[in-house]
């Protein structure tokens, strides 16, 4: 979606024009056709309400459309994304080609208006690559939105929001694309290619490389697949010369089968976005990179891909980590930690930083606990925990905190190996953290975040349809901002 910026309505302007209104009563310049009709249809300028309707202008009809902001409290910047958002849901497929968002008269500061235009093209993604016979009134019309007498300072809040929404789109692509599109490899160039020219260094380790490293977890794991495992590394120096950065881990699971340990054939379509974390990683360094973060940031993502192969590696077998621990297989499908492990290893021992944090579609157990609301953060350190907490209730994307304790670490002794890669039923999400935390060296700040029900949605959400979220780029971008860049 295009976004211009202009100081005046005139006649080139586009006929659907938007303003955004607080909750109550209506301004008293609305046009009184436009009143009469906002209150029949109960319309109060609550947060992503709208109402539309016509009345006759200077240069001939009007389409006005009231979007609502809701009160002015501490939900203020959500409640702006969603009256944006709910503009582009109403619009986006109605024939109208272009809108313009009237500020003139509004009381919004740059930093408001920037959270309404990115609410406006957030909701305007969808994935329609491999659609071919899409009817007329299914196609998107909307392409632009012109500002009108935006404040000063609104077009360089906009370049910022931008890159977030580009990072959070690029996600967004990551996690939709089908396996036999993105596997490994085509992850990787799909990364170089988005990356390119922005800044951001790429190093990529191949199984050849990851085994002279020893990371017998991660290529376990890949063994099954004609797809050959990587290990993606991006690097962003935007921050002062030799300072240690804070390094992103994502999941990259292409597809997950489950091995050996198959899963039930319904629903295993969705196991494409088992590597949403990845995902997540490689969308904020888009993001990071396009606003110049004054940060050093690495993001390291374990690809691979999971399928039951004749060579396949089989419950029961032992693998040899980087770290030097062994692992009892218990079960082929709780892979992702067995990723994990070896990326964390190797990214804290390449750029000994002080802060690591993970992010995995890593348990069926998050989902039970917490649903689609929230993701899971586990963490070893309670500033770290909390700056997370922080950052995703400023972003909105939300994360609940989970224990650790020596209690659930006793559940995951082998009686052959350091450790098994399951515990028990009972506090999946809790034993899988558990375990990830046995590879995280002396005087590392850690967290891992379990998003398994945030990177996909069944239903819209408010500044996304149904599909992809790209959940964790603002995230990480918020608390790249309130901690790394101070």
């Not at 170089?192 to 290529?219: F, Y």
């Not at 099954?224 to 590394?233: A, D, N």
């Not at 319904?266 to 990179?289: F, H, N, P, Q, S």
Request: charge should be negative; include cysteine.
């Amino acid at each position: 979606m295009k976004i211009a910026f202009s100081q005046t309505l005139d006649a080139n302007s586009p006929r659907l024009v938007a303003r955004v209104v607080e909750q109550g009563d209506l301004p008293g310049d609305v046009p009184a056709i436009i009143a009469s009709g906002a209150e029949a249809s109960r319309f109060k300028g609550k947060a992503g309400q709208t109402f539309d309707g016509f009345y006759e202008g200077d240069n001939g009809p009007v389409r006005l459309a009231l979007a609502g902001a809701g009160k002015k409290d501490k939900e203020r910047l959500p409640s702006l994304e969603k009256a944006g958002a709910a503009l582009t849901a109403k619009f986006l497929t109605s024939g109208e080609t272009a809108l313009a968002l009237d500020c003139r008269d509004a009381s919004l500061s740059a930093e408001e208006v920037a959270a309404v235009l990115l609410g406006l093209r957030l909701r305007a993604w969808r994935w329609d690559t491999y659609r071919t016979k899409l009817r007329d009134e299914q196609k998107p019309t909307l392409a632009e939105v012109v500002v009108v007498g935006a404040p000063e300072g609104t077009e360089a809040a906009w370049n910022e929001a931008e890159a977030l929404a580009n990072g959070v789109e690029f996600t967004r692509e990551l996690v939709s694309e089908p396996a036999n599109v993105i596997y490994p490899e085509s992850f990787v160039e799909r990364c170089r290619e988005r990356l390119k020219d922005t800044g951001v260094e790429i190093e990529v380790l191949g199984e050849a490389e990851m085994e002279k490293l020893g990371m017998g977890a991660l290529l376990g794991v890949s063994q099954g697949s004609v797809r050959e495992g990587q290990l993606l590394v991006m690097k962003w120096n935007g921050g002062d010369a030799g300072a240690a950065p804070t390094v992103f881990v994502g999941k990259g699971v292409t597809f997950d089968t489950g091995g050996i340990s198959i899963k039930p054939g319904a629903g295993m379509e969705d196991m494409k976005w088992d590597m949403g974390g990845a995902g997540a990683v490689a969308g904020a360094m888009v993001a990071l990179a396009g606003r110049k973060a004054k940060a050093n940031v690495v993001g390291v993502c374990g690809l691979v891909e999971n399928m039951p192969d004749g060579n396949a590696q089989r419950p029961g077998d032992v693998v040899t980590t980087m770290s030097g621990q062994t692992v009892e297989v218990i079960n082929t499908d709780a892979e992702g930690r067995l990723v994990l492990c070896d990326a964390l290893t190797w990214a804290q021992r390449e750029f000994k930083p002080k802060t690591v944090v993970d992010l995995a579609t890593l348990t069926g157990a998050m989902l039970i606990a917490l649903g689609h609301e929230h993701g899971g953060v586990f963490s070893n350190s309670d500033e770290l925990a909390d700056g997370l907490l922080a950052a995703g209730k400023e972003s909105g994307d939300k994360l609940w905190r989970f224990p650790l304790s020596p209690a659930y670490d006793r559940l995951i002794d082998s009686p052959i190996a350091d450790m098994k890669n399951v515990g028990p039923r009972w506090a999946g999400s809790i034993t899988a953290a558990q375990y990830l935390q046995r590879y995280i060296e002396d005087g590392v700040n850690w967290a891992h975040c379990d998003i398994a029900g945030m990177v996909w949605a069944d239903k819209p959400g408010a500044t996304w349809d149904k599909g992809a979220t790209g959940y964790g780029v603002r995230l990480i971008d918020r608390f790249v901002r309130d901690t790394a860049e101070g």
